[in-house]
């Protein structure tokens, strides 16, 4: 009994030292060298540790741009309130949720074994952030769920989803890549669809964005990183320059935060460090997941052979770079309209992150240009705004308020959002 306890507790309840384990069998099964064993297993643990360090930094900036934001609209202040945050979350539910991502992967294998929707997902870290995202929510609905049954619950419903989520945005994916050798895996899928129903309905296919010339200038919009850095640079810019004008005793506050430094530099320095966190944070992902999907794959190749790939979204931009830069554009436009009117009618500050904008909106942009040219690529990148910025309210707020709010504002996705409420749902149902 006590070997039992002493491997539910340090293997079984240790996230990190879980997913090293799952890494290590996989590199085992597929008869790796030593050397690709053990480098893969210290990386897939290293790669998760690091996740946490950058969710901190990430958590730390926040608490500066809400407060500053909602002065800047003249709400109450008031903090996000008392939640478990990513790695508290990861302490107490992360080896549930990387047990689901297994179990989830085998049952996605499963059904494109022995179904016709041949499609293994593959895209890693999305799963990775699913998972999480949606544990949040039933954790938040439910309480302290037993570890198998959130395991279960979650399991079924990923596996679901990343089997059916390629086979619906395939369609398009055919038009747009001309061939059916790869599919779309990434939670991007629901503005994809949008973007290209209504670039249908509102756009001009003739007009396509690939005879347009993008000046050489904007190239820059290609970085994640740089356009985090440049788009929330400029919030924190604006709302320090409101808040240092201001002069009430809420603003007086906040300038007090910076100290000896001045005001509008601390709050650029914030900005970075965001950028700075977030990057932090998906070379962890970049890490753990270069590992983990490897070892997926090979599993999955030697069961369901032929089966379509259903890969990352930038696996479309080649396709139509134009429509990405137009998609993003749309997005990033949406995304300003919708901070002041979110502010401004339901007292929510929304946090546009420009990693979900711009691999969204850009996603949504390929697509929208595929049925509505030049239109239909700003249309995408405008819905993609929409979704993102009403979700992260309703996820925010309502949803994973308890659990891991502070992810939901950067790494919850479009998908995410529209699923998030079913799940709630769904818990409700049977917790």
């Known amino acids: 009994m006590e070997v039992i306890f002493w491997i539910a507790t340090n293997i079984f309840g240790t996230p990190a030292i879980l ?3 799952i890494v290590l069998l996989g590199l085992l099964l597929q008869k790796k060298t030593t050397s690709q064993i053990i480098s893969g297993t210290f990386k897939a643990v290293i790669g998760f540790l690091i ?26 202040a008031e903090s996000l309130g008392q939640f478990l945050g990513q790695e508290g979350f990861n302490a107490r539910f992360g080896s549930a949720v990387t047990l689901a991502m297994l179990v989830g992967f085998l049952i996605n294998v499963l059904l494109a074994r022995f179904t016709k929707f041949k499609y293994i997902y593959l895209t890693g870290h999305m799963m990775f952030w699913t998972a999480s995202i949606f544990a949040g929510i039933v954790v938040h609905t439910s309480g302290d ?64 964005s690939e005879k347009i010339k993008v000046p050489k200038g904007l190239e820059f919009l290609r970085d994640s990183n740089v356009i985090t ?55 962890g992902v970049r890490m753990f997941i270069g590992e983990l999907v490897p070892a997926f794959n090979g599993i999955a190749t030697k069961i369901v052979p032929g089966a379509k790939p259903a890969l990352d979204a930038p696996v479309t931009f080649p396709y139509a770079p134009n429509a990405v830069i137009l998609g993003f554009i749309g997005a ?3 995304a300003l309209i919708w901070l002041v009117v979110l502010g ?12 979900v904008l711009f691999f969204h909106g850009a996603t949504a942009g390929v697509f929208g240009n595929a049925t509505g040219g030049v239109r239909g690529a700003l249309l995408g990148g405008f819905f993609t705004a929409t979704i993102v910025a009403w979700g992260q309210f309703i996820m925010v707020r309502f949803l994973i308020s308890s659990t891991i709010p502070d992810t939901a504002m950067w790494a919850a ?13 769904l818990a409700q149902l049977l917790f």
């Open 413 to 425: 996705d479009s998908d995410m959002f529209v699923i998030g409420p079913i799940i709630r749902f």
């Open 145 to 208: 769920v037993a570890q198998w049954k959130l395991v279960l619950f979650l399991a079924v419903i990923l596996g679901l989803y990343w089997t059916l989520q390629p086979a619906v945005t395939q369609p398009f994916m055919r038009k747009i890549t001309g061939n059916d050798n790869i599919a779309l895996g990434h939670t991007s899928a629901s503005v994809a669809l949008l973007g290209a129903l209504f670039g249908k309905l509102f756009g001009n296919k003739n007009n396509d």
């Open 344 to 355: 401004s009618t339901v007292a929510y500050i929304f946090v546009p992150t420009m990693i």
């Open 19 to 21: 997913l090293g384990f």
């Open 332 to 334: 990033f436009v949406g």
């Open 51 to 76: 996740i946490g360090a950058g969710s901190g930094v990430i958590v730390n900036a926040l608490n500066v741009f809400e407060p500053m934001w909602k002065e800047v609209f003249g709400l109450q």
């Open 229 to 283: 850095a440049l788009s929330m640079g400029v919030l924190f810019l604006v709302g320090a320059v409101v808040i240092v004008t201001k002069g009430t005793p809420g603003a007086q506050e906040l300038v007090a935060q910076a100290g000896e430094q001045n005001f509008i530099m601390y709050s650029i320095i914030q900005s970075l460090t965001f950028a700075g966190g977030i990057a932090i944070v998906l070379m």
